[in-house]
């Protein structure tokens, strides 16, 4: 794929997405279960629900029910279809996805789908993990954010931001040097290491941006966190939503919409504050839906990539405050609630976002496979 082409859709596709959350789109009503669309309309739409139902199962991984809406949308999909969904290790990593593909093969509960991050997309691409599969709404996912032969598309992304529980922070940090200060001592945690969780990835990648890096290099972000560990402000701590909540890990650095989920469902138990950092351009990065090479229910994998991409179920992550990939194509039809798009952040900071080429993917990830664990300690 072209980077050129790549930066040129992406760059459109973030105008078009943070201009339309200011303007003014007419509520429409979507027929369906709970107030969404139904779900698939591939042209082969009934022989493939009459296909995946005689399946009955679905083998989803690394789907936490607050992660981007994950919970509703799995629901949703059983309620429409009748089809169980299997949701193993929701705390898995996208590594151990692929390596549930692998070491799962010609098993029942081996995963048909996995939501990865892209730099693990293009892996699992390369190593022949996934099959092609292009859903009926293909043309609108911007091309940024696919393959071009269907081994994996763009579902949703997230932009860095701190998550800071004010209950045990009383000064919430507005910067990446704020990270620094001695107040913060032990606060400061991800979701996990960056040599396998994607948000983690990204955290580094956005502490390059703010400290001379760049989407080519993604070293002074690593040199940060090093500083950050020998001060005593990293907290080593694998970071889930639990221990943002309880103070445990009060400062995460995490995507925008896992903290603004947190931020609205715990308002009446704790303050959290979801902060996109100032003096430095935000991060964004996508997650990709692929399905297995070995998925042992097909027609349920490809029904569920029907729904995720229909009209339903990109709302169902923009209600967990996700930026679903078809978000331009749906507010230029005026499907998206005017209710909806009030309660999403302020677009001006969403208009600098920067996302990474495939390029610059995997020579930030060879950087970090070399130099991660050696300059990082604690």
């Not at 509703?72 to 169980?84: A, H, N, P, S, V």
């Not at 331009?328 to 005017?338: A, L, N, Y």
Request: hydrophobic fraction near 40%.
């Amino acid at each position: 794929m072209d980077d050129r082409n790549n930066k040129a859709s992406r760059r459109q596709f973030l105008k078009l997405s943070a201009g339309a959350v200011g303007a003014g789109v007419a509520s429409v009503f979507l027929p369906g279960l709970a107030g969404t669309a139904a779900a698939a309309t591939h042209p082969m739409d009934k022989m493939l629900i009459a296909a995946a139902k005689q399946e009955g199962r679905l083998n989803v991984i690394a789907l936490p029910p607050d992660w981007a809406n994950y919970g509703k949308m799995i629901k949703t999909f059983e309620q429409l279809y009748g089809i169980r969904v299997h949701s193993a290790s929701p705390d898995a990593s996208s590594a151990q996805e692929l390596q549930a593909i692998r070491s799962l093969k010609g098993q029942g509960r081996a995963p048909d789908a996995v939501d990865v991050g892209p730099s693990f997309a293009l892996i699992g691409a390369k190593e022949g993990l996934f099959q092609p599969y292009k859903v009926s709404t293909w043309d609108s996912i911007p091309s940024g954010m696919k393959d071009p032969g269907g081994l994996w598309y763009g579902d949703y992304y997230g932009v860095e931001s701190f998550g800071v529980n004010r209950s045990v922070v009383k000064n919430a940090p507005k910067t990446w040097a704020d990270l620094l200060k001695p107040e913060y001592k032990g606060m400061v945690a991800l979701n996990g290491s960056p040599l396998g969780a994607g948000a983690a990835f990204g955290a580094v990648y956005a502490a390059a941006l703010a400290n001379g890096g760049s989407l080519d290099d993604i070293g002074p972000g690593i040199e940060f966190f090093a500083k950050l560990a020998k001060a005593g402000n990293f907290n080593p701590s694998s970071a889930k939503s639990a221990s943002l909540v309880s103070g445990q890990t009060p400062i995460v650095v995490n995507w925008d919409y896992l903290n603004l989920a947190l931020t609205v469902k715990n308002k009446h138990l704790v303050q959290i504050d979801t902060i996109l950092p100032e003096g430095a351009p935000p991060y964004g990065s996508y997650y990709c839906q692929a399905i297995s090479q070995y998925a042992p229910n097909l027609k349920a994998a490809q029904l569920w990539e029907e729904f995720l991409y229909s009209d339903a179920g990109q709302l169902i992550y923009l209600e967990g405050y996700a930026h679903p990939a078809r978000f331009s194509d749906m507010v230029s039809r005026g499907v998206v609630p005017e209710k909806l798009l009030k309660e999403l952040p302020p677009a001006k900071p969403y208009k600098e976002v920067q996302f990474p080429t495939q390029a610059q993917s995997e020579k930030a990830q060879k950087m970090l496979q070399a130099e991660w664990t050696k300059a990082v300690s604690v």
